[in-house]
């Protein structure tokens, strides 16, 4: 694994991470890491989801590592349930089916590592895109993360 100096400023000088915002699906994301910065090896991003939010039932390829920044999070891997607080770090194996929702009453915040690297910023643009509007039952969202190797499964948890 080859990593090249990089050192992302998230405000004040010299800051140049944008970012994305998915109100669909109560999202504001960073990428904090682009896949050229470790060689494809990881890329890593930082999250804000509003209360009561979260993703689609989804999987991938990509394993993803989580640690929880703030609040707490109800986490579904594979069928199984489980939250996840401040601090907690929580693995998903690429492949696994699973979702999560910040189940706090106030934005909570997760740090992700995705192993191998995934071009978050052109995914989650692309999202936005698919997203404006409302949120796209699941076959729209597969017509558009298929070259993504994203399955989306169903909704997102309740």
Known sequence: MEFSFFHSKLEGAGAETPVLAIPEIGLKLTVR??????????????????????????RHPETEIFRVLEGRYLYEIDG??????????????????????NDGDTPARQFIIICPALDASRFFAGLADVMKGGRPDTEVLNAFSRKWQVEFLGPPLK
């Open 33 to 58: 890491m682009e896949p050229a910065q470790s060689n494809g090896a990881m890329s890593i991003i930082e999250t804000e989801n509003a209360p009561g939010f979260g993703p689609p039932l989804h």
């Open 80 to 101: 199984k349930r489980f939250y996840a607080e401040t601090g907690d770090v929580v693995t998903i194996p690429g492949g696994s089916v699973h979702a999560f929702r």
